[in-house]
């Protein structure tokens, strides 16, 4: 067994995937083909359903030193994770636990470490050739930063363009370019594999009739997400790429490269990143006109529904159901003109300034190859095969799979899968945790708390790039000048190796206790500076740097005598900062090292068993006398798998696990506590009392399926929903060779005003019961009753089979429901017939509602951990996206119904990927906190309790016996909210006291 | 709205009719103590004072125009570290109230057990105006209620009472209902909580008729008209005043960093203020260096510092009492700054201090989509 897990792909799935296993103690090689990482995501800007960028949420909120703390577009470190950039797996050798993985690693051309980032190789670099980052709008060179902050931040050669013609070479400043550099082979010894390798956006060149490529104003989603992104090739500016004028009007067509016949599937993010673009489209232009040509409009995940709505009737994006055949160019003005399907059935000519093809996910070309040499298996559309009671596994034992290289999926769920991944490897290598981690050992720090401040001042000249921007000599002189300043060094390049070595030594001999360098961005170079002064016996918070590029030369290069000032004032600042700062140490916290699951349905179970099999006790709480929730009524999925025999297996397994504390029919009547250390009471059946101790706390509280009051549900037996109709047909209580005809009603109670949500898991549930009556009865005729239907993924090809085996679909529009009414026995639906007009009368021997899935009650739990509930009750997660099984209170996760409406499979995956973040902070021992944590003067302290309101992470409680607020350091991220908002400097960030920042104030001006 | 009851004033006496009142209070256990503001035995004056008994209810005097502490202060005293379990009533005018509430949100007040007795409020002189016409002859309390039936505007009022667009209470249990009445006759008591009714019941008085409601209402909003038109003048001016660094400076200029403003306001709520923290104990290079660097520097230093700082933090709960403005010895006109800028940043947030409990403090609270632009 090897503790150490290669992920393949550095999109946004293998980065949270590698953070996961990362921060659980596992060493992690993260691959990727291209020169930098961030995949598909790097392209985007903003995300539904929010409008925002929050990638840097999926960044470790403990031990917050040793990684990443800045936008994770720039930059991703972890001391457990190796990033792999340029390389492919060529071989897989052994077996799961110990796999042998030869890599190739393309020569970069570059030297990662002597790249400085400074564009001068491009600017001389005679080749042009299509920028893929901006989707070919605009060109890059043949040695190019694939988009700005790429990580790594180091140019590449693009050896298919090159021409090797050397004048990079002789241009590089610090010699970092080597067109002889050759390909390179790597083994790693890793237990386990996970492949994250995304997807591919589908080309439309194939489907002529839409005209891209020969319109120039037919562009794909992608193009327009780069489009809209002020890093874009318009900066931002929306216009149309024939004339450069802004569109007056725009179209999006739908399912463009999927739902068709090639591709029989739904690519499941592509309604909603439409939703995006037109909002954000919107935005620029609040005039333009948008419209919506759709099928189904799957809106179907957390939040999304009302996404849609928000779309629709605030920003009036127009919506019309109805799939454009072909696209017709006006020559001469090259607008494009498409006729649609009008309501009343008739034909109307549209005519836009823009179109836009929503295009869905393909396999990457790479796959075939890649799964081959993996040995994977593949379904047939290409994408890995999975088990759907356990969708991180592949076909091949110690490879797991998350995102979309398994199925087509949006972030939100590709985050929850990266995670279940990593929770899959983590129980194969649980006995190799930490095993081939170590945090470095650095010598004892120097005490300088009694010794008077001794600052050394190195600057860097960055070749000419910032020694051209100020005059380096006026700001050496300040320096000079400066109290406490006892050494000034100019040095060419500070980031290369020699020069940090000779820092090293210089700090040394000089005895200096303060160390300013005015260097480089902070970003990709704090840390290897950091390591530096750590070296020398230093505290990390004795060293202050001063960005001078990004503060300066990138920006005032052009005015050197203001620059210059400038760069004089933050050199004083930091100096200033630096004289009286002290020492900050790292403050720890123990944990307790077990979990609590609340919750034995699905998600619960999973969740306990995820966490044993990693090796750590679990609590798990079923209020019931039996496990298994809501499971315990299904009896086949839409996959034709069979719940039963899962729910039967798993029960056993929880049973039979030592670790697992199973309480039955008890409920949690208290908990309070912080991340690690949690109390809970449980309650058993005789009241009787159970203190327990936890470090993690997993809800799993599920949901249940709401009581219809529509349709005339509870008058006429005919009138079922459901699951009664699947008890029936599985316990043989109803005869389905005597159904003539059935009619099934969809969203009952979901995407309604009161519920504005989709219960995503309904229409699966009628293809499913209808698949299974026309099985058992060919001749039955079905009526489904829909508004859309939400076959997403591979669900889609069940949609199509229903409609091939006879299955009717009519679409009915919110505001004319269908109308069901009963005689005596018999029942008569009514409904309006979109393709025919008119009325549709049915007489069907059942009536099958679909009804919503609704949150358990959960205020009592909610109010007790301070968790927040939605709008709609179920529990509302840190983040949709990019935190979906995590709350804002640390050490709390979520999973199951009690998150939203899912599928079984979803929830397996939901529930790995809560055990996995509650892992992770099982797995340590302590937690350490960041240097930077706010405290509190008790003296000082009201005990206004502002701090505590605005205080993101939960670190600031009130201590009631004192009366005044208190600190939990290790959830403390040091923002300084705390610290804004006290009136009176109760509340005070280490590392910026008053004194400084006066100080600072006072140097500055 | 709750309740409304009439009180029968006795032989023309409201004072007397009041102090029944009161009794009639402890008698029905309706409260055990009461803070309740008595005029001093010279008559000069009158302080807040807590009473445990209903005989030790002497010069009872809420209707004396004059504030000489905003009493919010004082319930926060008597209730932060444990509310009482027996219960208190508390006599206040409306900005009294409004405070209270903010220290309530802000933790430094409990109304546990409190009962809220909130009374009309016509407006009040300072302590030294009082203490003048005390001394001129007849008692200012009966003159300043006959000037008020008269319709008589007071124009040596306080700036702040004369430009208060909120003199009735809000949040009270219990409403001594002033405007409109002719509290010769009768007087309003209004109940606007559950609290209140059922104190209104104990009290076994007969309900009002609609016309008597309608008439302190028709009252109230004239004379909010009319304050608000005159706050608007007043704002305006100090506008004027104090736009731009120089007239700031100038305006700010006559501080003497005696701080009594921050002693008095019922808001400043730090235990110790970061003003007398040894941060701004500095060796005397510092002072030498600022003085090199400019030339000049104002001594004592850091006073505009001072006001801005505390602007900051009470801009936003500042209740416009004008207590402050009361105690600068040097005629500052901080209330009123205090008050222009107080209330441009409460309508951004549409917030009034004081109005309700419910209403969470700007500065506690985060909204994805306000504020969006800045500056």
Known sequence: ?1005 | MGRNAILEVEDGNLLNTLNMLWRKLFEKKVIDALLIPQELPSGINVVQTLVGSPESLESPNPLAPVLPVNSARIVSQMTKVAPSPRRVGVVLRPCELRALIELVKLKQASLENLVLIGIDCFGTYSIKEYSKLAQEGSPPTEDFLKGVKEGREDSSLREACQTCEYPTPMNADLIIGLMGMDFEKSILLQASTPEGERILEALELKDSNETEVAKREEAISQLIAQRTKKRDELLEQTEREVFGLENLLKLFAPCINCRNCKTVCPLCYCKECFFDSPTFEMEAEKYLGWAEKRGTIKMPTDTLLFHLTRMNHMAISCVGCGMCQEACPNDIPVSNIFRLVGLRVQRIFDYVPGRSLEEELPLATFKEDELQEVG
């Open chain 1, 1 to 1005: 067994m090897v503790g150490a897990v290669l992920v393949i792909g550095a999109g946004i799935g293998g980065i949270k995937c590698s953070l996961d296993l990362a921060e659980s103690g596992f060493k992690v090689y993260l691959s990727d083909r291209s020169p930098n990482i961030g995949g598909t995501l790097a392209q985007l800007d903003k995300w539904f359903p929010d409008n925002h960028c929050g990638m840097c949420k999926i960044l470790p909120i403990f031990s917050r030193d040793e990684s990443s703390q800045f936008c994770l577009r720039r930059g991703l470190f972890h001391p457990n994770i190796e990033i792999l950039p340029l390389s492919t797996v060529e071989k897989v050798e052994g077996e799961a636990g110990d796999f042998l993985v030869t890599l190739s690693v393309k020569p970069r051309g570059v030297t990662e470490e002597k790249c400085i980032g400074c564009d001068l190789c491009a600017q001389v670099c005679p080749v042009e050739v299509e920028s893929e980052f901006n989707e070919g709008l605009v060109s890059r060179k043949a040695i190019y930063l694939r988009h700005p902050l790429a990580m790594p931040n180091s140019y590449t050669i693009d050896w298919d363009s090159c021409t090797k013609c050397g004048d990079c070479v002789e241009r590089c400043p610090t010699a970092a370019i080597d067109l002889s550099q050759e390909e390179e082979i790597r083994s790693l010894e890793v237990g386990a594999i996970v492949l994250a390798t995304g997807f591919e956006e589908f080309r439309p060149q194939p489907l002529t009739q839409y005209g891209y490529k020969r319109y120039p104003n037919v562009v794909t989603s992608i193009e327009l997400e780069r489009m809209l992104s002020a890093s874009g090739p318009f900066r931002g500016r929306l216009v149309r790429p024939s004339d450069g004028e802004a569109p007056r009007s725009m179209a999006f067509l739908q399912c463009v490269g999927s739902r068709d016949r090639e591709r029989d599937y739904c690519s499941s993010a592509c309604c909603m990143y439409a939703l995006k673009e037109a909002m954000l489209a919107k935005e620029k232009n609040p005039e333009l006109d948008v419209h919506i040509f759709f099928m189904d409009l799957r809106a179907f995940g957390k939040g999304y529904h009302r996404y849609y709505e928000k779309a629709k009737d605030d920003l009036g994006i127009k919506f019309t159901r109805c799939r454009i055949p072909q696209i017709k160019q006006e020559p001469k003005t090259k607008d494009l003109l498409l006729t649609a399907k009008a309501e009343d059935g008739g034909l109307t000519r549209h005519q836009f300034e823009l179109v836009v093809l929503s295009v869905g996910q393909t396999p990457p070309p790479h796959f075939p190859e890649l799964s081959k040499v993996l040995g994977l298996d593949l379904n047939r559309w290409g994408f890995c095969k999975i088990n759907e009671f356990s969708p991180a596994e592949t076909s091949r034992e110690g490879i797991y799979v998350c995102g979309s290289a398994s199925a087509p999926k949006d972030i939100a769920d590709t985050l929850v899968e990266a995670s279940a991944a990593a929770c899959q490897a983590s129980i194969l290598l649980s006995s190799q945790r930490n095993r081939l981690v170590g945090t470095k050992i650095y010598p004892e720090e120097v005490d300088v708390r009694e010794q008077e401040a001794r600052v050394a001042v190195f600057l860097c000249r960055c070749g000419e790039e910032i020694a051209a921007a100020v005059n380096m000599q006026e700001m050496i002189e300040l320096a000079r000048g400066l109290p406490s300043v006892l050494y000034v060094e100019e040095i060419p390049y500070l980031c290369l190796k020699d020069a940090v070595a000779d820092m090293k030594e210089r700090i040394k001999d000089e005895k200096a206790n303060r160390v300013v360098l005015a260097a480089c961005s902070a970003f990709p170079y704090e840390r290897l500076f950091i390591e530096a002064i750590r070296d020398v016996g230093l505290n990390p918070s004795l060293l202050q740097l001063v960005d001078l590029r990004e503060q300066l030369s990138w920006i005032h290069r052009d005015r050197q005598q203001a620059a210059t000032e400038k760069g004089k004032s933050l050199l004083t600042i930091a100096i200033e900062k630096l004289r009286s700062q002290e020492p900050l140490p790292l403050l720890c916290q123990g944990v307790e090292r077990q979990g609590l699951v609340i919750g034995g349905g699905l998600a619960g179970l999973i969740a306990a068993l995820s966490l044993a099999e990693q090796g750590f006790e679990a609590h798990l709480v079923e209020r019931a006398a039996d496990l298994g929730g809501n499971l315990r009524d299904i009896y086949a999925t839409l996959e034709r798998g069979d719940p039963q025999a899962l729910l039967k297996g798993l029960i056993k397994k929880v049973e039979e696990n030592p670790l697992i504390y199973l309480h039955k029919e008890t409920e949690v009547i208290e908990a309070s506590g912080y991340a690690g250390n949690f109390e809970a009471i449980l309650k058993d059946k005789n009241s009787m009392l159970h203190p327990i101790k936890v470090g993690a706390i997993i809800i799993a509280t599920g949901g249940e399926q709401y009581q219809p009051t529509e349709y005339r549900y509870g008058e006429s037996e005919g009138i079922i929903t459901q699951r009664e109709l699947e008890g029936r047909l599985a316990s043989g209580e109803l005869d389905s060779k005597e159904l003539r005809s059935v009619v099934m009603i969809q969203c009952v109670g979901s995407r309604e005003k009161e519920r504005p949500y989709c219960s995503r898991v309904c229409c699966s549930q009628a293809l499913k019961n209808s698949l299974n009556l026309k099985e058992k009865n060919p001749e039955v005729d079905i009526f489904i009753l829909y508004r859309d239907m939400m076959s997403y993924g591979f669900k889609e090809e069940h949609y199509t089979e229903a409609r091939e085996r006879g299955v009717i679909f009519i679409n009915y529009e919110v505001d004319h429901k269908p109308e069901v009414k009963t005689n005596g026995e018999a029942l008569q639906v009514q409904v309006i017939d979109p393709v025919l007009g008119g009325t549709l009368k049915i007489e069907p021997d059942l009536v099958v509602l679909s009804p919503a899935i609704i949150p358990n009650d959960n205020r009592k739990l909610a109010q007790m951990l301070n968790l927040e509930l939605n709008e709609e009750g179920f529990f509302k997660e840190a983040e949709v996206k990019f935190r979906p099984v995590d709350f804002l209170k640390e050490g709390v996760f979520l999973c199951g119904l009690a998150h939203s409406p899912r599928e079984i499979t979803e929830t397996i995956a939901q529930a790995q990927a809560a055990a996995q973040r509650a892992a992770s902070l099982l797995a340590r021992e302590r937690l350490e906190s960041g240097r930077v944590v706010s405290e509190v003067n008790e003296r000082r302290c009201s005990g206004c309790e502002l701090c505590i309101s605005v205080c993101p992470y939960d670190a600031r409680v009130k201590d009631e016996e004192k009366g005044v607020v208190a600190v939990i350091e290790a959830l403390c991220q040091g923002c300084g909210a705390c610290a804004a908002v006290c009136p009176n400097d109760a509340a005070k960030l280490r590392g910026f006291t008053d004194r400084q920042v006066f100080s600072m104030v006072d140097a500055a001006v």
